[in-house]
């Protein structure tokens, strides 16, 4: 096995590998590195060959610290066929070359978050090897993930009030297009307006336009994402964007205009949702994931409760991943920065009681 960089040569074989496998997703995509690279997180990419072909791979997105020490982060990922026989093995030379890399590029350790159920037999191949388990992720901990069958299927899949919503918005007129030229920067332009109606009302804050940009001229160039738009007469009222790996697709960006009190309820996001299943699926995907709900014990008061219970909805299964786990390169420093952040933290607190 060997253990390498990834150059611009390998980028088919990556994508390729990447759609192959249940845990690679659009955060392993090749393209994602021009959004890491926007966030100022350069990701630097490995993987793992056997025998010529590629059994592994890596993007480690760099944050900086001071005196030009590193932290590595691993979004979803390793990715590899953690059901094959050959897994633990190719674990192990994966560890042993993030280390060596890690160790190279002066990083302090190694976050990995990898793309498997908190229940997955695969979680054994995380034991030891100076990896320390983490109860927090930096991405959201679970989703829901539906399968996509046939129209009849999926939509007895889906509970009564969202067969309604569904149906519902066809009846006032609503149509749902797909947007997939990625020279109509007008689409991703007016999906971005609409996520910062819908941010704001959620008291969330907005990413930059030009990420969103950056982000579809990446995974639309590549051919792997659409914008689908719901409109009734014209007038935009909900918009997403879609992208698909392999036979998975991902609902990434999304955002809806709010009717006026008093007008009469459209189901535009029903519409817009049923709608991207249906595109997804035609482009062979075969399991749609809804990308972030609230944690199974959130109350009421949780600010995802509401669009949870939108996405549970559509059905499928609620999805916990299993969490993050550090490979600590220098234990020294990686013990200060631990300590370092809890004293922020108890100070943000003590602020916070203060006012």
Request: aromatic share 10%; charged share 30%.
């Amino acid at each position: 096995m060997l253990f390498r960089p990834a150059t611009d040569t390998d980028a088919d074989a990556w994508q390729a590998f990447l759609g192959a496998v249940p845990s690679g997703d659009l955060l392993h995509d090749w393209a994602w590195a021009d959004v890491a690279a926007f966030d100022d997180q350069p990701q630097g990419r490995y993987l793992l060959e056997e025998d010529g072909r590629v059994v592994a791979i890596i993007a480690a997105q760099e944050r900086a610290l001071l005196r030009g020490r590193r932290f590595w982060y691993v979004p979803h990922g390793p990715v590899l066929d953690y059901a094959d026989p050959a897994a633990v093995e190719r674990m192990r030379a994966v560890l042993i070359g993030l280390r060596v890399a890690a160790l190279k590029h002066r990083a302090i350790a190694v976050k990995l978050e990898p793309r498997l159920a908190a229940d997955d037999p695969a979680l054994e191949f995380f034991g030891g090897r100076r990896l320390r388990r983490l109860s927090d992720t930096l991405q959201v901990g679970q989703t829901r993930i539906v399968e996509l069958a046939d129209d009849d299927a999926l939509l007895a899949g889906f509970d009564k009030d969202t067969r309604y919503g569904v149906r519902r918005a066809e009846r006032e007129g609503v149509t749902v297009s797909v947007v997939s030229d990625v020279t109509e920067m007008r689409a991703i332009d007016d999906l971005h307006a609409l996520v910062g109606e819908t941010q704001q009302r959620a008291g969330f804050p907005m990413p930059p336009i030009e990420r969103y940009r950056i982000a579809w001229r990446a995974l639309a160039g590549a051919g792997r994402a659409a914008i689908c738009e719901a409109r009734r007469e014209g007038e935009l009222l909900a918009s997403g964007m879609v992208v698909i790996e392999g036979d998975r697709s991902f609902y990434l960006f999304s955002g809806s205009r709010r009717e006026e009190r008093g007008a009469p309820k459209r189901y535009a996001s029903y519409a817009l949702q049923w709608s991207m299943m249906r595109h997804a699926r035609e482009r062979g995907a075969r399991h749609h994931d809804l990308w972030g709900i609230a944690p199974p014990d959130a109350g009421s008061d949780h600010p995802w409760h509401g669009v949870g219970l939108f996405k549970k909805g559509f059905g499928g299964d609620e999805v916990v991943w299993a969490g993050s786990w550090d490979l600590v390169i220098n234990p020294t420093l990686y013990r200060l920065r631990a300590a370092t952040g809890i004293m922020r933290g108890w100070a943000r607190s003590v602020r916070a009681e203060r006012r």
